[in-house]
């Protein structure tokens, strides 16, 4: 017998609800499934004999693979991270990102003597309240490879991306995938340019990446495979797990051989939509960290001097298969030679001129991806870092309790103990750095309260709608005697 599966989903949308001064939406997602009676149903084989059995035998099988999948998909709800306007929506409550990154994952976790660390790093960050963790989807040539050359996979490696989804859905902990690097680091966009002039593409520059046809072809060859891998824990597809929250193109895309933006607008476009024609289940951003361009030529005098690298905030932003804005602040490198002060009052340029863009022009969510202070620059203290953690999650928590785009951010980086050679100077311990901790776990308890006075909110008008009084029911009646 043949098993057909069917499975369509409703979104139901009706305003009424405020979160202290937010106006939003609700969102609700039922999925149903169901069988059509009208279906053709195969009996035994007849005339065909042993070789129509086999042909039944494996369309079975096949079918009933799908089915398990769906089983699988609808045994998590709809519970998908969605964005809806300026917010992200979880099964119609806001959803704030307090997370991390640790780039690191995969490749610890390639090695199974090593997976104790990722278990205590998603552990320990659970148990501070944060929520989501960015980190690497790709490793391309070089030592222990994800990708050892295009269209070459690395199982082992796999399957440390497999153990860190798994552990990340363990602890409720969300994630952010990047699908590629900017830098030499894990291969990077250089990796992929080498492998097009290995096989006779003539290329002059790494930026090639972004406009040759063969790199790109690599490129989505990656995103293909990486979205559509089963997982070996989970028993999932990537592209059908709720535990990612969002696919990211790239970390920190540059193009500064062409500073008009012209060459990463038309990249970020079409890789987008090749994204979004494979999985519409997931978010998806660009990476970018936040420089102005020229379609926002009002806004490039809060560029850091000598960051003209062809990106473009709003221009990028805008582009329809990017669900979401992202911005990174590094002011100890990017202004290194200035003070303290003047570091911090950067930072508060920097992220309120993103907040309000994210809100009146972008109208899409905007996640703080990457900030820290690093330990290895001259008169550091460890109250410059948690001054600069309260600069960033003060900005965070006055748009959210507003009901503003600023849905979160991600600190660089997240370490287990025992991983000294990781060290970068940003790193975090959590049981080491105490008051950092505590900053993190604040924070995550407010944007927690804001959350649940929304939930109170939108019960409340739900309790009114319910029991109010269809307007002019009694009219024209006599009540009583």
């Known amino acids: 017998m043949v098993l057909y599966f069917y499975v369509t989903e409703k979104m139901k949308?009706?305003?009424?609800w405020q979160l202290i001064a937010m106006q939003s939406k609700k969102s609700k997602n039922q999925l149903l499934?169901?069988?059509?009676?009208?279906?053709p149903v195969l009996g035994s084989p007849t005339d065909q004999g042993n070789k129509n059995m086999k042909k039944l035998h494996l369309s079975s099988v096949f079918l009933i693979s799908i089915l398990l999948q769906a089983k699988l998909i609808l045994s998590n709800g709809d519970m998908f991270i969605r964005s809806q306007g300026i917010h992200f929506m979880l099964n119609g409550n806001p959803f704030y990102a307090n997370g991390f990154n640790a780039y690191w994952l995969m490749y610890v976790a390639s090695d199974p003597s090593q997976r104790a660390k990722v278990s205590a790093a998603f552990r320990q960050a659970a148990s501070h309240?944060?929520?989501?963790?960015?980190?690497?989807?790709?490793?391309?040539?070089?030592?222990?490879?994800?990708?050892?050359?295009p269209g070459s996979y690395n199982e082992q490696v796999f399957k440390g991306l497999d153990f860190v989804i798994a552990e990340a859905r363990k602890h409720g902990i969300r994630l952010i995938l990047s699908l590629a690097n900017n830098y030499e680091s894990f291969g990077g966009k250089k990796q992929y340019v080498n492998w097009a002039r290995n096989q006779g593409q003539r290329l002059t520059s790494n930026d090639d990446f972004f406009r040759n046809a063969v790199v790109k072809g690599f490129y989505r060859n990656h995103i293909r495979t990486v979205l559509n891998r089963y997982n070996t824990f989970t028993r999932l597809v990537y592209k059908n797990d709720p535990t990612i929250m969002a696919w990211e193109l790239m970390n920190e895309p540059r193009c500064p051989s062409d500073p008009s933006g012209r060459t990463i607008q038309v990249w970020i476009a079409e890789m987008a939509a090749y994204v979004k024609s494979i999985d519409r289940n997931h978010l998806l951003e660009a990476g970018l960290e936040g420089f102005y361009g020229v379609s926002s030529s009002w806004r490039t005098h809060l560029n850091p001097a000598g960051f003209d690298i062809g990106t473009d905030f709003i221009a990028n932003n805008r582009i329809p298969g990017i669900?979401?804005?992202?911005?990174?602040?590094?002011?100890d490198q990017w202004i290194s030679g200035s003070s303290e002060r003047d570091q911090l009052a950067f930072l508060g340029k920097w992220?309120?001129?993103?907040?309000?863009?994210?809100?009146n022009i972008l109208r899409k969510p905007l996640l703080i991806t990457e900030f820290g202070k690093s330990w290895?620059?001259?008169g550091f203290s460890p109250y410059q870092r948690d001054t600069l953690f309260n600069v960033v999650y003060l900005n965070i928590y006055s748009s959210a309790r507003r009901g503003g785009p600023a849905a979160g951010g991600l600190f660089w980086q997240l370490l287990a103990p025992g991983m000294?050679?990781?060290?970068?100077?940003y790193e975090i311990v959590l049981d080491e750095n105490s008051s950092t901790a505590n900053l993190i776990a604040q924070h995550a308890h407010k944007l927690e309260q804001i959350r649940r006075i929304f939930v109170r909110m939108r019960n409340l008008e739900r309790w009114r709608?319910?029991?109010?009084?269809p307007a002019g029911r009694n009219r024209g009646r006599r009540i009583g005697n």
Do not use: C, M
């Not at 309240?129 to 050892?148: C, E, I, K, N």
């Not at 669900?323 to 002011?331: C, I, L």
């Not at 992220?351 to 809100?359: M, P, V, Y």
């Open 13 to 16: 949308r009706k305003s009424g």
């Open 323 to 331: 669900d979401f804005a992202t911005v990174h602040s590094y002011p």
């Open 420 to 425: 000294d050679s990781f060290r970068d100077g």
């Open 465 to 469: 709608r319910a029991h109010a009084r």
């Open 351 to 359: 992220l309120g001129a993103h907040i309000q863009d994210a809100q």
């Open 129 to 149: 309240g944060l929520t989501v963790a960015r980190t690497w989807a790709f490793s391309d040539g070089g030592y222990r490879p994800l990708q050892r050359y």
């Open 33 to 39: 499934n169901g069988e059509d009676e009208s279906r």
């Open 376 to 378: 290895k620059v001259p």
